[in-house]
Structure formats: C-alpha cells, structure tokens
C-alpha cells in the first residue's frame, strides 16, 4: 500500500465549530507532515511529526492543533478557525526526514471552507 | 536558508513537442533536489529526486531532470508532451533545520499547459 489517506475530502465550517481532519499511511513511514496550501500556490509546512512527537511547529496558530495517536495516524483538530484559513490541507508521510533524502508522499488533501 | 527559483509562471508546449520546466537553486552544502506534480485538485505526486550520482535522473511518466551544479539549476524535461502532462510543476529542495531534521523547502511553481 503506497497510498496516503486523508478524511473528509471536503470540509465547511462555521468559525466557532470544532472539527477534525484525519490522515492515514501504512507503508511504515516515521515521519508525517501537515501542509497548508492556498490556491496555484506552493504548500507551506505547518507541523512535522518524527517517530510520532513533534519535531517542527512552523509557528502556527494554536487553533490548529496536531495529534499523532500511532505511526499510522496523523490528526489535525480545529477550532475557531478564521475566513483566511480556508485552504487545502495536505497531509504527506516518507520514511524518515532527518537525511532528508526521502520523497514525501501526500495525501488528495481536505478541502477547507471557513465560513 | 535553502531555496529554488522557478523562473516561469506558465509553460506552453504543443503535445508531442519537448518541454522543459526550469529551476535553479541556491544552497549551502549538497543539494537534495526534488520535482513533484500537482493535478487539479489533487495532492502533490512525486516525480523524481537527485541526491547524488548521475546528473541525469529519470522519474515517472517519461520524466527526467539534469542536474547542473555550474549553473545550479536542476531543469525537469521530457521529450514529448502529452496533454495529460498540463499540471502544476513544483521544485523543491532539502533544508535541514538547526534542530538537525529536514523539510522541503518548495518553489512557486510552475504551470505546464500541452496544447492538442
């Protein structure tokens, strides 16, 4: 299976809803990564996850929060979320990201729409 | 800090003619260099990467980038374009953080347009 999984597809939620963004890999990787990536733009690295801690937080607001539960699992939990978040979320996985020489896998990504 | 530049926007290319998609990069150290796709509402695909060796990589589809350290430019080619190739083209490149862990620091792509 080489296949990167993310869940739900699409996403509308009002500004004062909690939801969840949840993402899935089984080829073993180690390392997990959370993308935000604005239309006809480059992804921009929001959390990376290494042996299921946190590695890198790119500064990003604590209205989104990231959860590893298992080498699997990556979740992304949001709350009181602004218009100007509304993005694509990626979700990618590779076997390890010290060297830093593996390609990355990513999920379709979860459409966002902050209403 | 790590970096690529994408000097093109946009590409056109008549399907069955060659395409290149240009990048240059600027690091300090090796370079770890990577080309990646993105379809219309897709996520990225991964199409190939150079971290040593031959200057001539092939990836998927038909692809192939050459590494050029005088110039440092790591150019995507293929040669002969499909329609099917019309997609977003991103170069990125290996930045390793004080911490000692890598990322991916992306160019602002590049759209590829095939015409029929």
């Known amino acids: 299976d080489t296949e990167v999984t993310q869940t739900p597809k699409h996403l509308v939620m009002g500004m004062t809803n909690k939801k969840s963004l949840k993402c899935e890999q089984h080829m073993g990787h180690r390392a997990m990564y959370w993308y935000k990536q604005k239309a006809k733009k480059p992804p921009e690295l929001m959390f990376v996850y290494s042996y299921e801690k946190l590695s890198i937080n790119e500064s990003v607001p604590s209205r989104f929060s990231p959860e590893c539960p298992n080498s699997s699992l990556l979740n992304l939990h949001l709350h009181a979320l602004q218009p100007e978040d509304s993005a694509l979320y990626l979700c990618a996985s590779s076997q390890e990201e010290t060297g830093g020489y593996n390609e990355q896998f990513f999920g379709p990504g979860t459409r966002l729409t902050v209403l | 800090a790590q970096s690529v530049a994408q000097p093109e926007d946009q590409v056109n290319v008549a399907e069955g003619n060659p395409l290149t998609v240009k990048c240059t990069y600027s690091v300090s150290g090796n370079p770890y260099l990577f080309w990646y796709v993105q379809y219309p509402?897709?996520?990225?695909?991964?199409?190939?990467?150079?971290?040593?060796?031959?200057?001539?990589?092939?990836?998927?589809?038909?692809?192939?980038?050459?590494?050029?350290?005088?110039?440092?430019?790591?150019?995507?080619?293929?040669?002969?374009?499909?329609?099917?190739d019309s997609a977003l083209y991103f170069c990125a490149v290996r930045d390793v953080r004080a911490s000692g862990y890598s990322t991916l620091t992306f160019g602002k792509g590049t759209m590829l347009l095939v015409s029929p």
């Open chain 2, 41 to 84: 509402n897709r996520g990225l695909q991964f199409l190939l990467k150079y971290i040593t060796g031959d200057n001539l990589v092939k990836g998927s589809y038909g692809f192939e980038a050459e590494f050029n350290k005088s110039q440092t430019s790591f150019h995507l080619k293929k040669p002969s374009a499909l329609v099917s």
